[in-house]
């Protein structure tokens, strides 16, 4: 266990480092946004497309994968109901809450917990693959028509396929499914660049923290509470239950997903909204709140089905 908790102090000092960089003005006003163009444009696709490249197809396409996009799926649509019909928020908010609901941090906290607690980090490429070519695209078009209205097809098509988060996700699975060896002179200079992505994403996120205050009145706490009710506690018990009663997993695969299902919401969430320019602090919030939180939640899952 202390692995888990030597994972998350790692994330913990980076998120500070970007809060003391804030509070020092060392990085200047124009810090934050930087980053996120920065993050969203250039680094993160680099990371997935390693992630996603070198992970191995049977894995990807596992029955891991079904049980996972249920138990997302279920907690999005929940949020958005509940958004929709008592919060009376709009499409970019609702977005936004339902993907902060249903969106795990199969990443930066996901590749180290699968490895610490599962044994191999290859049990989070479902979850990524699922979220990257799948939720992704469809989270991006929504926030796209709020944006801008009433685009058009030609134009939503042409958005999504030059969304750079989607290029880099799509690319490495094709490189996974044909079963491409990428030379070292290739996969070197790539794998460097996306390394520098999950630091950088939890420096921004640390900026954004500073002068703000947490869960303050206005800033839709109801969404955050919501959102971090579902991920926290309706997420992984969902995914156990479709596991063991519809699925009929092993008590492994069962664990995994489980344990997967647990995990905090995504950072890229916050990069999405940052982008966009909607519900950003609904976004930190939730991120902050579901990163907490995850550690007991982990514990548990762990001694229960571990």
Wanted: charged residues 10%.
């Amino acid at each position: 266990m202390i692995e888990i908790l030597t994972g998350f102090a790692v994330i913990g000092l980076a998120v500070f480092v970007g809060w003391l960089a804030a509070r020092t003005g060392v990085l200047g006003p124009s810090a934050r946004p930087v980053l996120a163009r920065l993050n969203f444009s250039v680094l993160a696709p680099f990371l997935l497309f390693s992630v996603l490249a070198t992970a191995d197809v049977r894995r990807l396409f596992s029955s891991l994968l079904p049980v996972s996009a249920i138990a997302a799926v279920t907690m999005m649509l929940v949020f958005a109901l509940v958004s929709a019909t008592l919060f009376r928020r709009g499409l970019a908010r609702t977005t936004i809450g339902a993907l902060s609901a249903g969106y795990v941090n199969s990443n930066n906290i996901g590749i180290p917990i699968a490895l610490y607690l599962l044994g191999d980090a290859a049990y989070s490429a479902p979850v990524v693959l699922l979220q990257l070519l799948v939720f992704a695209p469809i989270v991006l078009v929504l926030l796209g028509i709020a944006a801008e209205g009433r685009p058009s097809a030609r134009g939503i098509l042409r958005s999504t396929l030059l969304n750079p988060i989607i290029v880099g996700s799509l690319l490495g699975v094709l490189v996974s499914v044909t079963g491409l060896e990428l030379p070292p002179i290739i996969m070197d200079p790539v794998q460097l660049i996306g390394q520098a992505a999950v630091p950088l994403m939890l420096i921004a996120y640390g900026l954004s923290l500073h002068g703000q205050r947490m869960f303050e009145p206005g800033t839709g706490r109801r969404d955050v509470l919501l959102a971090s009710a579902l991920k926290l506690f309706a997420m992984p018990l969902v995914a156990w239950a479709v596991g063991a009663f519809v699925f009929g997993l092993d008590a492994r695969e069962l664990y995994a997903v489980t344990v997967l299902a647990a995990l905090p919401t995504a950072q890229n969430v916050f990069v999405f909204a940052q982008r966009y320019e909607t519900a950003e602090v609904t976004a930190r919030d939730t991120v902050f709140l579901t990163t907490v939180g995850s550690v007991p939640v982990l514990f548990a899952v762990s001694l229960l089905l571990g």
